[in-house]
């Protein structure tokens, strides 16, 4: 029996072709805090997601969506510009279908960037944190049903997600430019609503450092298909119950665009030496 998702990714797969050969070595997926980075890129095509048949396109308001393609140094790129969420009432397979079709175009390494509450106390607003594991089990796994034996096995290994020789480019490079780095466990949960003190203080016991509401799902999906991982957090706020005031999402989209020019220089800077 055909599987629906998989013909749904290569329908998108084969859209793209229809436009571009380019063949990206490197996908990035730009979180809050990242919307400028299109500036760092030696452009050489742009397709907005509407116009790929199928493609699901974010509701949320600032999240444009458009794949651009081109060279950060001399290193082939696709960077997404805009996802889409699962609080959106996407299925999960929609959510992940991006960074399938990514591996599909080509490219070897997924590169995650996102906005995350803090949990761990050394954090600040403002901080970066490379992820170093995660905690999926609040989220549903994009895995679930038939298995897409053109992509991966039924039960893939996930006891090192995260890249270990890209996590220790990332230290060295953020170390060199002199950019703070932290480092932790990011936790995906499914939102939209922010997470409850109790709910925190859970999180915390469990090992998180970090709390948000993508990435993970993404990371499970790309290491089915084989493809290396990294990822870094941008710490926007502290979760909360952390500090004596509501979280809103304008002010995470303030506080992620503040600290956007220095995660910039690092996702960049990271990606000439992949
Ligand atoms: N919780 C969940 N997701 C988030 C947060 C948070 O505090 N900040 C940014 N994304």
Redesign the pocket.
């Known amino acids: 029996m055909a599987n629906e998702i998989y013909s749904k990714v290569e329908k998108c797969v084969k859209a793209i072709r229809k436009v571009t050969d380019f063949e990206p070595r490197v996908a990035i997926t730009l979180g809050?805090g990242l919307g400028n980075y299109a500036e760092q890129i030696d452009v050489k095509c742009e397709i907005s997601y509407s116009d790929i048949p199928g493609f699901p396109i974010s509701t949320v308001p600032g999240h444009a969506g458009k794949f651009i393609f081109g060279y950060v140094g001399k290193v082939p790129v696709v960077c997404m510009k805009g996802r889409v969420h699962f609080y959106e009432g996407y299925d999960i397979s929609d959510v992940v279908l991006p960074a399938r079709v990514m591996r599909r175009l080509g490219a070897e390494i997924l590169f995650l960037t996102?906005?995350?509450?803090?949990i761990n106390y050394t954090f600040d607003a403002g901080d970066l944190m490379l992820i170093n594991d995660h905690i999926s089990l609040f989220a549903k796994n994009p895995l679930i049903g038939q298995n897409i034996d053109e992509y991966g096995t039924r039960f893939p290994d996930m006891s090192c997600v995260y890249d270990k020789e890209l996590r220790e480019i990332i230290l060295e490079t953020a170390l060199k430019n002199k950019i703070p780095l932290k480092q932790g466990i990011y936790a995906q949960?499914t939102?939209p609503s922010?997470?409850s003190p109790a709910e925190?203080r859970m999180l915390r016991i469990s090992g998180a450092d970090a709390?948000?509401?993508s990435t993970v799902v993404e990371a499970i999906a790309a290491r089915h298909m084989g493809m290396r991982v990294c990822g870094i957090s941008c710490?926007?706020?502290?979760?909360?119950g952390m500090l004596n005031e509501p979280?809103s999402h304008e002010d995470?989209q303030k506080a992620?665009d503040k600290t956007g020019p220095l995660f910039e220089k690092l996702v960049t800077e990271c990606v000439k030496k992949f």
Do not use: D, R, T, Y
Request: hydrophobic share 60%; proline share 0%; no cysteine.
């Open positions: 809050s996102n906005a995350a509450g803090g949960v939102g922010f997470e925190i709390v948000g509401m710490i926007s706020n502290l979760a909360a979280l995470v992620a």
